[in-house]
């Protein structure tokens, strides 16, 4: 008897130091409604500001980390839908990845985990999101104007680069923006698409 307490003792002790050591880095659920509502804003307005400037052809360097800032700037606008602030990457595949930046530095720090990323399937015109349970959403977009941006076709570049193929997401199960219902964990505080800040 004394021996099976023994070893549940020692399988609770290696749980616990299980969870202390590696953590779990998974955040909040995401509303990606919002998140889809926000991105779609933030890619127009963004769009419209190089077509005024008759800024066209590959973007450079600055003008993607000024889009990755002016970003995660939206995301944070209010009303918040997210408890914590938002840190806000771009990938080399330039898909965009979230992580809850408790100390707001923009860096992904240990402890920080990921929230959310966003793509773009060019083949499907369509911006999708995904919450690190692996629940997607999608936001159909039309115009092949849109597509040839300076904008979007940088970020086109850069999946090719990446070795991203126009039809990697074809097999990606998405539930449309206009049925999407963010789960009760996402505790969303924010009215659809209650951003109205321009560039």
């Known amino acids: 008897m004394g021996n099976i307490k023994g070893i549940i003792g020692l399988g609770v002790v290696a749980l616990v130091g299980y969870f202390f050591i590696f953590g779990d880095k998974?955040?909040?659920s995401a509303d990606l409604g919002q998140v889809l509502d926000r991105t779609e804003f933030v890619v127009?307005?963004?769009?419209n500001y190089l077509e005024k400037n008759n800024i066209t052809g590959e973007l450079?360097?600055?003008?993607?980390t000024e889009f990755t800032e002016y970003f995660a700037s939206i995301l944070n606008a209010d009303?918040?839908?997210?408890?914590q602030p938002l840190g806000l990457s771009m990938k080399e595949d330039a898909s965009f990845l979230a992580f809850a930046d408790k100390n707001v530095n923009n860096v992904q720090d240990d402890g920080e985990?990921?929230?959310?990323?966003?793509?773009?399937?060019?083949?499907?015109?369509r911006l999708i999101a995904t919450d690190v349970?692996?629940?997607?959403?999608?936001?159909?977009?039309?115009g092949t104007g849109f597509l040839a941006g300076a904008l979007i076709g940088s970020?086109?570049?850069r999946q090719r680069a990446a070795g991203v193929t126009p039809g990697s997401f074809n097999d990606r199960k998405t539930t449309p923006r206009s049925s999407y219902k963010a789960p009760s964990s996402a505790r969303s505080r924010a009215r659809s698409g209650g951003v109205g800040t321009g560039k």
């Open 79 to 83: 009303p918040r839908f997210y408890d």
């Open 113 to 125: 985990g990921d929230v959310f990323t966003v793509e773009i399937d060019s083949e499907n015109n």
């Open 155 to 157: 970020m086109l570049s």
């Open 133 to 142: 349970a692996g629940n997607s959403s999608d936001l159909r977009f039309s």
């Open 60 to 64: 450079p360097a600055e003008n993607m």
């Open 44 to 47: 127009v307005n963004y769009h």
């Open 26 to 28: 998974s955040e909040q």
